[in-house]
Structures are given as structure tokens and as C-alpha cells.
């Protein structure tokens, strides 16, 4: 691993004060739109196939996805935590390094990812939904219960019958 300019702990509730001068430095927007993009912040992220193509739940169209988000933790725009792929979305939950935004990491991976999945399926055209879903994480019981929660989607889908026997996750810690 790198070391990447992202703190490693989650980030420490804001005194009134310092909350009070986050709220006004937000208002843009991206405030009145709901989202607000905060360096060394843990995200749950879901982004969905275009009119929910059930596409992904392939080797070479999960490789590709995986490998973006190690090239968009290797140039030290995200940590990423965990990553499941299901057949038509994916849930991941990254932590924001200093002088990004999720829009433009989203952006970025949305792009290059819809490229290089069409280029696999000899298509052209949209791939992705647009926009996407996203919640802040709070404290470490949130972002333990969003992990969970990402590991135990294709057993709730009916897809497997035990989490670990799904091929299509990625996570940084071991979940049984």
C-alpha cells in the first residue's frame, strides 16, 4: 500500500462553533442538491447500470471495475473500503482524499468505466444511470453496519446463499 494523503481514522464530530463555519464554507450548490463533499470522509456509494442492465455480475466487466477503483486509489483520490459488484449495481464505500470531490471522482470512474465495459460488450452508448446514490458515514457502528450491509446484499437478493461464496467483492477487512 501507498501512503495516500487520507487520514485513516473517521473524522471527529465538529465542535458548534467549527460546525457552524463548515455549514456556511457548503453553501453552494452542491449544499441545496444534498451533497457535500468533505476530504478524509467515508462515503457509501451506489451507481446503477443504465435502465438496471443486469451486466456486471461477469469476470472481465468486474475486473474492470475493481481495477479503476485501485487506479483511483493509487493516485491518491480515494481510499476505497469495500466494493461489491452485483448483476445490476454497485455498492462501495471509499473514504474522499484532500482536493477531491465525489462528483469528480464519480465522474472519473463512471466515464472510464462505461468506456472500457462497452469497448468488452461491443457496444456504445450509456451505460450508467445518471448520478448517484450516496450517504456520509457518522461514526464506526455506521460504517460497520454499511459494510455488513454491502457484504450481505446478494444473500438478501437471493443470489447466494452464503456471503462469501459470492465472487464480486472487494473489502480491505475479513468479514466472517
Not at 41 to 47: K, L, Q
Request: hydrophobic share 40%.
Amino acid at each position: 500500500m501507498h501512503n495516500a494523503p487520507c487520514r485513516r481514522g473517521l473524522k471527529p464530530r465538529l465542535q458548534s462553533c467549527e460546525l457552524r463555519k463548515k455549514i456556511v464554507e457548503y453553501r453552494n450548490q452542491n449544499l441545496r442538491k444534498g451533497r457535500v463533499s468533505i476530504p478524509g470522509a467515508y462515503y457509501h456509494i451506489i451507481i446503477c447500470t443504465h435502465r438496471r442492465r443486469k451486466v456486471l455480475a461477469n469476470d472481465k466487466i468486474a475486473s474492470i471495475i475493481f481495477e479503476a477503483f485501485d487506479w483511483l486509489e493509487t493516485q491518491s483520490r480515494i481510499q476505497w473500503i469495500c466494493i461489491m459488484i452485483m448483476p445490476d449495481h454497485v455498492h462501495t464505500i471509499i473514504e474522499l482524499c484532500v482536493g477531491q470531490t465525489l462528483a469528480k471522482v464519480m465522474h472519473s470512474l463512471k466515464r472510464f468505466t462505461a468506456r472500457e465495459i462497452n469497448k468488452h460488450l461491443s457496444q456504445d452508448g450509456q451505460f450508467w444511470q445518471s448520478g448517484y446514490r450516496d450517504w456520509g458515514v457518522r461514526n464506526t457502528a455506521a460504517l460497520n453496519n454499511m459494510i455488513r450491509y454491502c457484504y450481505a446484499n446478494p444473500v438478501r437478493k437471493g443470489i447466494v446463499e452464503a456471503a462469501r461464496d459470492y465472487p464480486y467483492w472487494w473489502c480491505k477487512f475479513e468479514m466472517e
